[in-house]
């Protein structure tokens, strides 16, 4: 196997010295480098393929140009788009992206933490509940790890902004006349904003309300029966994998009763328009990647502190709304992948 060339070879090769080739690389005293160096000591990296080596990077300037992405699974449509897009924004910034995935294990979701740290990755996007095991606790006090879920207060966190939207969904429910809404929501309520926004949100606004825990139905039979049983006119539901599942449910058994649904609506899907649906708590999926990065590039370069714990604007549409928005979103280059799936489905229909 051919070595790698080193800086020394490339200083030999192009007649200079390896401090001069170093500072070329590093960016250091670009001024003091005629450029008649500089185009020699390109042309010289170029002809030899040198490329920098990782390990002694990190070795020198403690970076070592990864982030970690701490996530359940990438299987899913959503998932991968989103595993996809981060790849795509990390790359803008000159860093590489590292995927965990834990398959929604704690046990492995600590696996995964110590696996990235061990990796030296200079920050984490966590997609999950945040539960560091006490002993990793020092080593994570310091470290720039972004809860994109939860809101753990000893990590910073940047999470949708939930509570108005939610509000504005659950009014528009009383003002047409329903009188019982149920929450589809997955874990602990008490840990899940989505469940507790919607629980305080119903308070608020009058209206009767019950919660249902969908990691405790096995089937869609069953959490449709669940959701029959408690009488409830609408369903609001963070998951619109879930609601996807009822309405194909309820269409291939020939269920008629089927209630409403709002839910947290991110990427162009095609059965918003189904009668079913009556609207949406939508964010920005762009911006959200965007803005997700952009604040873990700062806490890499800046520090992880002081703690804060931002939020990113939601917005609740109707059906009519959410139609127009699909609309856009599908003429949004950004979103050609998931839109293209899409259509490529709808040939088989």
Excluded at 311 to 321: H, K, L
Aim: hydrophobic share 35%; proline share 5%.
């Amino acid at each position: 196997m051919q070595k790698r060339p080193t800086i020394k070879q490339i200083a030999q090769e192009a007649g200079v010295s390896p401090t001069l080739v170093s500072f070329y690389l590093n960016g250091r005293q670009p001024n003091k480098i005629a450029q008649k160096t500089k185009e020699k000591i390109a042309a010289t990296i170029e002809r030899l393929d040198y490329r920098p080596s990782a390990a002694a990077r990190t070795l020198r300037n403690g970076r070592s140009r990864t982030i970690g992405l701490v996530i359940g699974q990438i299987a899913g449509e959503y998932s991968s788009f989103y595993a996809q897009s981060l790849l795509h924004e990390v790359l803008k910034y000159g860093y590489q992206l590292l995927i965990s995935v834990t398959r929604f294990n704690l046990d492995e979701e600590r696996k995964c933490l110590e696996n990235l740290l061990d990796h030296q990755a200079d920050g984490i996007i966590y997609n999950l509940y945040l539960k560091p095991s006490p002993k990793m606790l020092p080593a994570l006090k310091h470290y720039p790890i972004l809860q994109r879920i939860s809101v753990n207060p000893d990590f910073n966190s940047l999470v949708r902004e939930l509570d108005p939207s939610i509000l504005q969904a659950v009014q528009q429910c009383r003002k047409q006349g329903i009188k019982k809404i149920a929450g589809i929501f997955g874990g602990i309520a008490a840990e899940n904003p989505w469940a507790t926004g919607f629980v305080a949100c119903s308070e608020a606004a009058g209206i009767e309300s019950v919660c249902l825990n969908a990691e405790l139905y096995s089937s869609c039979a069953e959490l449709y029966e669940a959701l029959r049983e408690t009488g409830a006119e609408l369903a609001i539901t963070a998951s619109s994998t879930t609601v996807a599942r009822l309405l194909h449910y309820c269409e291939t058994t020939g269920k008629t009763n089927c209630p409403k649904f709002i839910y947290s609506y991110t990427l162009p899907c095609d059965y918003i328009s189904h009668k079913a649906i009556a609207g949406a708590i939508v964010n920005s999926f762009e911006e959200d990647v965007q803005s997700s990065v952009k604040r873990l590039i700062t806490m890499i370069e800046e520090g992880p502190e002081p703690i804060e714990h931002l939020t990113v604007p939601t917005r609740f549409m109707n059906q009519e709304e959410l139609s127009a928005h699909y609309q856009k979103q599908k003429a949004n280059p950004y979103y050609d992948t998931v839109v293209n799936e899409w259509e490529m489905k709808r040939i088989w229909d």
